[in-house]
């Protein structure tokens, strides 16, 4: 797999003074996004605080699972936000973020020793965290405009189903789980169509597969109406085959504000209850409890609601400024479709060019990054694929660097071109 380390991410951020760089690569809120955030949390800690017969609760480790007018507001609020009725407190447990909820549910669910299925593409942290820090080993699954190719799915869940063992060694009712979003995906930018969560869904109740979905962009959503459905709608309770195959990772990184290290799980009461009951729950207690109080009031007053639909508005400008930017832009030979939601947009550049050697130009001569396609391939795949990021540049940097980008793509494929000339 080629190396862009996490690292050249988080290094925009010590280039907030460098008012050169136009980061296209950061999948984080920029200054923009972040504005109004401070006003919210003194009104909600105002009023969290409010009560000083709490304060023995707020500053005391919490319930494992939540604290309960937390999970009730945010219940509500996910119901209201997703148009899904079926949201309930009980299937929600609060986690530290969509980081910890994936690491909590690769840890305390799965034995070490089984492999895990992710996407080919995914977010390049998430190949590092599961297979560097938790020692699995990663199996890529191919994926195409529709999402994951699930013949090939079920290729391999039947090759590797022997490495499950016996039914009675497993940690939880699935042997092994699969990585993947379905809604805004990271790095593509696409939404699977219902028929593809369908057979999914059929798939993870046939092969006893966990069905692992990082629902963290859906809420960004840009049309009217409510986002396309989560993967966990697809999972009915009534149907005779239900085994609560799926579970949802949710966050306020993307929604309200990363610093908060604020999220959420939200699966079949058995499953959440696993994840509740184990030992790393029972000495944090309600991971981030405090925080969760405050938010719960950020809720309740609907503060966080208006905050999420003007960043829908800041982000669907920003989109469209990107995709016309592109149009204007890109040379022959490049493709992208336009996404609806969340912070990424995919482009397909030429066979020829190689993507970190365009990001090492782009970043250097030209001030403009992005992540490259084979930094989010296990296999190192998707060399001359880019991802872009509407989060981190503010809406009046978007038009610049499409155009720096697209400077640094020709000046690649022009030196490509008379290389190639001189050689022959
Ligand atoms: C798919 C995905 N999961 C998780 C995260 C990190 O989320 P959190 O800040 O909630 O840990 C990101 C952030 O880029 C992401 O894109």
């Known amino acids: 797999m080629a190396n862009q ?62 604290d309960p007018g937390f999970l009730e507001h945010l219940a509500k609020f996910l119901s209201v936000q997703y148009g899904d009725n079926n949201i309930s407190k009980d299937n929600l447990m609060v986690t530290a ?8 549910t690769a840890t305390v669910l799965f034995k070490e020793d089984i492999p895990v299925f992710v996407e080919d593409p995914t977010y390049f942290i998430a190949i590092k965290m599961l297979g560097k820090d ?28 022997h490495k499950a063992g016996d039914k009675s060694t497993w940690k939880c009712p ?34 006893d597969v966990l069905l692992f979905t990082e629902d963290v962009y859906n809420l960004l959503h840009f049309e009217e109406g409510n986002p396309p459905p989560r993967l966990l709608s697809y999972d009915v309770s009534d149907d005779p085959e239900y085994l609560g195959c799926v579970l949802s990772n949710g966050t306020f990184s993307k929604i309200f504000a990363p610093g908060l290290r604020l999220g959420w799980i939200e699966g079949r009461p058995g499953v959440v209850r696993l994840i509740m009951t184990s030992n790393t729950a029972w000495s944090g207690g309600s991971f981030n409890h405090y925080t969760s109080r405050v938010v719960s009031a950020a809720l309740q007053t609907g503060l966080l609601s208006q905050h999420l639909t003007k960043l829908c508005s800041v982000y669907r400008e920003r989109m469209n400024l990107l995709c016309q930017a592109l149009l204007k832009y890109l040379p022959a030979g490049c493709h992208f ?19 970190e050697a365009l990001l090492s130009l782009a970043n250097g ?21 880019i ?18 980008l697209c400077k640094a793509i020709k000046e690649y494929t022009l030196n490509v071109a008379n290389s190639e000339s001189s050689c022959s």
């Open 174 to 207: 699935f042997w092994t789980m699969l990585y993947l979003m379905t809604v805004y995906n990271n790095p593509r930018g696409n939404c699977p169509s219902p028929e593809k969560c369908n057979r999914l869904v059929e798939l993870a109740r046939k092969y």
């Open 5 to 66: 380390q996490a690292q050249d991410l988080f290094e925009d951020l010590e280039f907030l003074g460098d008012d050169e760089l136009i980061s296209l690569a950061m999948g984080a809120p920029g200054k923009e996004a972040l504005s109004g955030c401070t006003e919210i949390m003194m009104t909600a800690t105002e009023s969290a605080m409010s009560d000083l017969t709490q304060e023995k609760y707020v500053f005391q480790y919490g319930p494992r699972q939540g």
């Open 387 to 404: 991802r872009l990021s509407i989060s981190f540049a503010d809406t009046n940097q978007i038009d610049a660097g499409v155009e720096r």
């Open 365 to 385: 001569k030209h001030k403009v990054n992005f992540i490259t396609g084979q930094s989010t391939s296990p296999t190192g795949s998707f060399k001359n694929c």
């Open 337 to 355: 479709k336009q996404p609806k939601g969340g912070f990424f947009a995919w482009i397909t550049l030429p066979d020829t060019v190689d993507g």
């Open 134 to 161: 938790l020692g699995r080993t990663v199996i890529p699954v191919p994926v195409g405009d529709d999402g994951i190719d699930v013949d090939k799915l079920e290729e391999m869940l039947k090759k590797h189903r």
């Open 97 to 104: 973020g969509a980081t910890h909820g994936l690491h909590l």
